[in-house]
Nanobody
Framework: QVQLVESGGGLVQAGGSLRLSCAAA????????MGWFRQAPGKEREFVAAISRSGRYTDYADSVKGRFTISRDNAKNTVYLQMNDLKSEDTAVYYC???????????????????WGQGTQVTVSS
């Protein structure tokens, strides 16, 4: 069992930046492909970014390409989502997720992930 804890959310003005963190309790994240997803009120959960277990591969939703960066520090057992040039449409609850499959790959499908955090709220005011 992996317990994921997100942090770093908050209220920011449009054009601002936030960095989200996802840490694991009791397990190392080194063995997991990781992803960030978000869910806005009344909408389905959507893919934001993913990183393979080695960090070699990353992928982003078209809506965040060029603005968001996913990274990981396996020594610190933490995955990050740097969000720049935030827009009102980025407002959502952001979740990190862990995929335990062996392949070093990026995973964009939420149903493929085994573990989820509780989420952190990001609100962008215009």
């Amino acid at each position: 069992q992996v317990q994921l804890v997100e942090s770093g959310g908050g209220l920011v003005q449009a054009g601002g930046s936030l960095r989200l963190s996802c840490a694991a309790a009791r397990r190392t994240l080194r063995s997991y492909n990781m992803g960030w997803f978000r869910q806005a009120p009344g909408k389905e959960r959507e893919f934001v970014a993913a990183i393979s277990r080695s960090g070699r591969y990353t992928d982003y939703a078209d809506s965040v390409k060029g603005r968001f960066t996913i990274s990981r520090d396996n020594a610190k057992n933490t995955v990050y989502l740097q969000m720049n040039d935030l827009k009102s449409e980025d407002t959502a609850v952001y979740y990190c997720a862990a995929d335990s499959r062996v392949l070093d790959q990026v995973v964009v499908t939420p149903t493929a992930y085994d573990y989820w955090g509780q989420g952190t709220q990001v609100t962008v005011s215009s």
